[in-house]
């Protein structure tokens, strides 16, 4: 499963544009470490209510669109829903769900492509809303892929969980957007973290199965592999850091920071 890791943020209507540069820094188009492309939600970060989710094959491009930052036509975004949401509201929460620049190898060896993998994981996720809550997401006037939806369970609801904050999980980045497009060092912990996620969710698919002792033993496995001797110096960096010791990113002391 190569969608591995969840990224948390909240933004004020006047961020957009800072937001938008974290998500080009973060997800350039030639980046070493992830794929800009992946799945995004954008949520209440005062009840946790999935708004929307939605697949790009480039995050920050499709961000912008969303947000008013290029373009000039409401067509085929949200910036209508995502304008009038600011109009009452201070801050509007926005995930991702990345996966690593190294998905490109599997559509070289044949198999899934980052757009194959995108498509399903968003018809899992709309589907496992439908399943929860008796219907799509508020901005989501279709459904998603149809073979995606066959992969949603009864854990599947897990993940809205992980994306609004409402639930913990090392499935979910320990540093914000915003921050990680500022700190080269915690992008790198990520990384590393999200070879572990990646392996324990093998199998499992976009669930909230797979719990944080499954992905630190997968970790131990990866850093302890003699296959993978170049793990080992990023893994001792990690657990000797203090990174895996942080809260993921809360909405309210996300709220606060952007408050200061």
Same mark, same amino acid.
């Given at each position: ?55 790009? *094959? ?41 996966? #690593? ?13 980052? *757009? ?52 913990? #999980? ?42 944080? *002792? ?19 110096? #990023? ?26």
């Amino acid at each position: 499963m190569t969608l591995a890791t969840v990224i948390r943020e909240v933004y004020r209507s006047s961020e957009r544009h800072d937001l938008r540069d974290a998500l080009k820094t973060l997800l350039p188009a030639d980046g070493q470490d992830w794929h800009p492309s992946g799945l995004y939600c954008f949520w209440d970060p005062a009840t946790h209510e999935v708004l929307y989710l939605g697949l790009a *094959s480039d995050i920050q491009r499709r961000f912008a669109q969303h947000n008013a930052l290029s373009g000039s036509s409401a067509k085929g975004n949200k910036r209508e829903q995502i304008d009038s949401w600011f109009k009452t509201n201070d801050t509007l929460g926005y995930s991702i769900i990345v996966q #690593s620049a190294a998905v490109v190898l599997l559509e070289q060896m044949g198999m899934d492509t980052f *757009s194959d993998i995108i498509a399903t994981g968003e018809g899992q996720l709309i589907e496992a809303h439908v399943q929860k809550f008796g219907q799509r997401p508020a901005w989501n006037k279709i459904g998603g892929s149809t073979y995606g939806a066959t992969w949603a369970g009864v854990r599947s609801p897990g993940y809205f969980g992980l994306l609004t904050g409402r639930s913990d #999980s090392l499935l979910v980045a320990r540093r914000t957007i915003r921050q990680l497009a500022a700190e080269p060092e915690s992008v790198q912990h990520e990384m590393t973290l999200h070879s572990g996620r990646m392996h324990a969710l093998h199998n499992f698919g976009m669930t909230d199965g797979v719990d944080d *002792s499954r992905i630190m033993e997968k970790l131990s496995e990866l850093a302890q592999s003699p296959y993978l001797v170049s793990e080992l110096p #990023s893994h001792i960096n990690l657990v000797a850091s203090g990174y895996l010791m942080l809260d993921a990113p809360h909405p309210e002391r996300m709220a606060d920071e952007v408050d200061q």
